[in-house]
């Protein structure tokens, strides 16, 4: 299951919609995931080779599966948004019940924790319209997903119909980002401060691939940085190494967020693990505004996404992949339960 989980896993990381943490939650590896991470570093000889022959055979799937999704899912992602966007709404939607029924032991009589909930939606929405804003938005192309927000409370409506509070939550990205209304991050020319917000901007979305929430390509999303990392791993794969500063300023960060978030996470999970699981509901719910704004993202803007651009039948192949992957994760616990019968069988 590694080597299949790892390219779940890289079709859900490279996409803003499910996590690749989730898809490990899915198919029943995540535990295994963490404990390898964490042992690879500070486990003993024999941990560390059990670590490593788990992650070579995940690493394998997602590598497969990531180019694939760079060479196909960047132009979809531009040609096809609504759909695509819709489809990604599909997996968050019916990924909350499959979370919520398997963490049902930290959820159900807790409900003093959904403020954590709303913590979790009020990150991720106050930095996706601050992003829109940068990327050159106003109060009436976020109005849509803004209702939202208001209905949350995350924002005050008052001050959203009025754009109060986007103009300066715009200029902070705006001057992080270094943008000049649409266009995004240049991977191929940075400087001295988008190099620092592209690594900084790495370390919060490997974080996010590890946590069963939102997906790390929903933090890129969300700090305007999706499409030029996956436009640059593209032009990488074709011969075009003026963005391999990038690309390599991109890793360092990964592998930092990585070996820091890991023992966090853990930690979290293991002390805090109700809290941690009504945060991440959070993520996901928060989420949905960034995929909703992610058109305005786009090298030539488009506007957000509305009743009226949302296509049912794409969220509800978003809802099937959620259920075919969550049906392929009982029959491999099948298939275990079965194998650990028969070698006990066999040893007696």
């Known amino acids: 299951m590694g080597t299949l989980g790892g390219f779940l896993m890289a079709l859900a990381d490279s996409v803003p919609g499910v996590s690749g943490g989730t898809i490990a939650f899915i198919v029943g590896i995540y535990d295994q995931l963490l404990w390898s991470l964490d042992r690879l570093v500070s486990g003993t000889p024999a941990e560390r080779r059990r670590a490593a022959g788990f992650l070579a055979r995940l690493g394998a799937g997602w590598v497969v599966g990531f180019g694939l999704a760079v060479a196909v899912l960047t132009g979809l992602f531009e040609s096809q948004i609504y759909l695509v966007s819709s489809m990604f709404m599909g997996f968050i939607v019916f990924s909350v019940p499959l979370i919520v029924r398997d963490e049902h032991a930290y959820v ?18 106050g930095v ?6 940068a990327l050159g938005g106003d109060a009436a192309e976020v109005s849509a997903v803004g209702a939202l927000a208001a209905q949350a409370g995350v924002v005050d409506p008052g001050a959203l119909a009025q754009g109060v509070g986007l103009d300066a939550a715009g200029a902070v990205a705006e001057g992080a980002l270094d943008v000049d209304g649409g266009g995004g991050i240049d991977l191929a020319a940075l400087d001295a401060g988008s190099g620092a917000y592209l690594v900084a901007a790495a370390m919060v979305a490997v974080s996010a691939m ?8 929903t933090f890129l999303l969300i700090f305007g940085l999706y ?9 990488l794969m074709g011969g075009d190494f003026s963005v391999l500063p990038a690309i390599a300023l991109f890793a360092a960060g990964a592998v930092a967020g990585l070996l820091t978030v890991v023992k966090l996470v853990k930690r979290a999970l293991a002390d805090f693990r109700s809290q941690t699981v009504y945060c991440l509901l959070g993520f996901m719910v928060g989420s949905l505004v960034a995929i909703a704004l992610g058109p305005v993202t786009l090298d030539v803007p488009q506007p957000p996404l509305t009743a009226d651009t949302f296509s049912l039948p794409a969220f509800l192949l978003g809802g099937a992949v959620i259920g075919a992957l969550e049906l392929l994760k009982h029959a491999v616990q099948r298939r275990q339960v079965a194998r650990a019968i028969a070698a006990q069988a066999a040893a007696r």
């Not at 159900?108 to 929405?125: C, D, E, K, M, S």
């Open 128 to 133: 996706t319209l601050a992003n829109a804003a």
């Open 108 to 125: 159900r009589g807790r409900y003093g924790n959904l403020a954590w909930t709303f913590v979790g939606i009020a990150v991720v929405v």
């Open 210 to 217: 590890i946590l069963p929430g939102v997906s790390g390509s």
């Open 227 to 235: 499409l030029p990392v996956m436009d640059a791993l593209k032009a």
